[in-house]
């Protein structure tokens, strides 16, 4: 799972980082106000052949951090534990064996929140020939929302009590839109006479059911 910004910077040593929040863990929406999952953070690797490290910073003020990690000549380091809710800015720096240390990259910023759920989310069935049925699931959402969303996850049941993913759809996966929402359908799989969908959007901090 992955919640990334594109913002690469240059300095004057060069310095080209992009940052990136992952998280593989799922958290359900009843623990918003609680502890995030464990995330970590990601960059590109300086091309200089002189570094020899790197430096994360990180704090709950923009340019104001009050966490500082010299994670050695390693791309990806665990963040402690996150608060739902909450809003963190990090940064990243590259060192070379004199102690010399580049500019900090752009600033990321993340907010430890699940997406919201998914709008008015309907199913249309059409029979088929013999056993089989065609459907689509369709929803809509936010676009105001779509930054702090990864993907969106379709579960299927037989008896709404256990349920399994059946299908991943990217956030850019939008058949249309217009000024306020982004539309998405979706052709699952008809293999019983009776079926129930779900669809659950998720990001780095978790899914919203």
Do not use: C, H
């Not at 919640?3 to 929406?29: M, W």
Request: aromatic content about 10%.
């Amino acid at each position: 799972m992955r919640l990334e910004t594109q913002r690469p910077i240059n300095n004057r040593r060069g310095l080209a980082l992009v940052l990136a929040v992952l998280s593989s863990l799922i958290l359900p929406a009843a623990l918003q106000a609680a502890e995030a999952p464990a995330v970590s953070l990601a960059w590109n690797a300086n091309p200089e052949s002189s570094v020899t490290g790197y430096k994360v910073y990180f704090g709950t003020q923009s340019g104001v951090y009050d966490n500082v990690a010299d994670v050695g000549k390693v791309t990806q380091t665990s963040l402690p534990a996150l608060t739902m809710g909450s809003t963190y800015f990090m940064a990243v720096s590259a060192y070379n064996s004199s102690g010399q240390e580049s500019p900090k990259s752009a600033e990321f910023k993340v907010t430890a929140t699940t997406p919201v759920p998914p709008i008015d989310t309907t199913f249309a069935i059409t029979p088929g020939s013999g056993s089989a049925s065609q459907g689509k699931l369709q929803w809509k959402y936010l676009k105001s929302e779509q930054a702090s969303l990864d993907r969106f996850a379709v579960y299927s049941s037989e008896d709404l009590v256990t349920w399994t993913e059946s299908a991943r759809l990217a956030s850019t996966a939008a058949t249309n839109s217009d000024s306020q929402y982004l539309y998405f359908d979706y052709a699952p799989s008809i293999t019983k006479q009776k079926m129930f969908f779900k669809v659950a959007p998720r990001n780095a901090f978790g899914e919203t059911n």
